[in-house]
């Protein structure tokens, strides 16, 4: 079944619309070294499901300009192909102040290809991915124009960020993407959109006791970075490094390092900072300084 379904904001909730303001992104300087992990240019909002904090989404929309940003809802993930279910995903980038959201969404790969589904990420500043399961996002748009337009949004100093299934769809690396069942975590569909390298995220953490599930992905694949999302927490990624924002907490399974008593992963706060290149984390101080207990030495069996 082929479907091309585009949806605007105003259609479901009505309210004023507004000029668009010049782009607040600045251009790269030359003198930076190039991220390796992260995007180039623009910024990753990654959440780990569950979203009650609306500094999230109002960080999220910040980045992409403020309320006059142009945003782009794909809400793939989900099962249903009524546009009318994603009403509240809708209204939340509502009440965290959006004025400009599109829907735009399909199954078909063909039609993912073409220029017209793609037509609204090429004015996007900001596109945003619910929850679902992430296999759907993998099947519909891996290796089309929309996902060489989601690259675009970044390349021009936008904003992608997702929540649940919408988070570890924007790893190299997918968990949970089995189409059998998400308890599988290295399952028939494992590659993401990429938009972090080398790095395996996964999501609900600590509320459904997922904290030990990463282990032996990373054991297996040890040059991965494992980054554990708890709900209503997010990391905001800029080049290689990120903040942690909510109310929860970020695991990291590293297999180059470990606690000192022999742990496997380790948690980062609200506040805390992570070098992804150098898989340095530390916590806010006058000066920044390394996490306690983490150690640099290799996971043993």
């Not at 507004?18 to 190039?34: D, E, G, I, K, L």
């Not at 995007?39 to 989404?57: C, F, H, M, N």
């Not at 991915?129 to 021009?156: E, I, K, N, S």
């Amino acid at each position: 079944m082929k479907l091309l379904l585009t949806l605007s904001l105003a259609a479901l909730l009505a309210g004023p619309t507004f000029a668009q303001s010049p782009s607040p992104f600045p251009s790269p300087s030359p003198s930076v070294t190039p991220p390796e992990i992260g995007p180039a240019r623009g910024t990753l909002v990654i959440v780990g499901g569950g979203l009650k904090s609306e500094s999230i989404l109002k960080r999220f929309l910040d980045l992409a300009g403020g309320p006059e940003a142009s945003l782009v809802l794909i809400p793939t993930a989900g099962e249903s192909d009524d546009l009318s279910d994603y009403a509240g995903d809708l209204r939340d980038l509502a009440d965290a102040g959006a004025r400009h959201v599109k829907l735009i969404h399909t199954r078909d790969r063909k039609v993912a290809d073409s220029e017209a589904f793609v037509a609204p990420l090429r004015e996007a500043r900001g596109v945003w991915f619910p929850g679902g399961r992430h296999w759907r996002l993998a099947d519909a748009y891996l290796g089309t124009r929309t996902q060489a337009a989601l690259r675009d949004v970044l390349a021009r100093g936008g904003v992608i960020g997702g929540t649940s299934a919408g988070a570890t769809i924007l790893g190299s690396f997918m968990v949970r993407g089995d189409t059998k069942g998400n308890t599988i975590m290295v399952g028939d569909h494992v590659e993401g959109l990429a938009f972090l390298k080398n790095v395996a995220i996964d999501q609900h953490l600590l509320k459904r006791n997922r904290q030990f599930d990463l282990i032996p992905v990373i054991e297996s694949h040890p040059e991965l970075l494992g980054i554990g999302l708890d709900e209503d927490t997010a990391i905001v990624v800029r080049g290689d490094r990120f903040d942690v924002m909510g109310s929860g907490y970020v695991a990291i399974y590293d297999h180059t390092r470990r606690i000192d008593s022999g742990g496997q992963f380790y948690l980062l706060a609200p506040g805390d900072r992570y070098d992804l290149k150098t898989r340095e984390a530390e916590r806010p101080q006058p000066r920044g300084v390394p996490m306690e207990r983490v150690v640099k030495e290799p996971w043993t069996k």
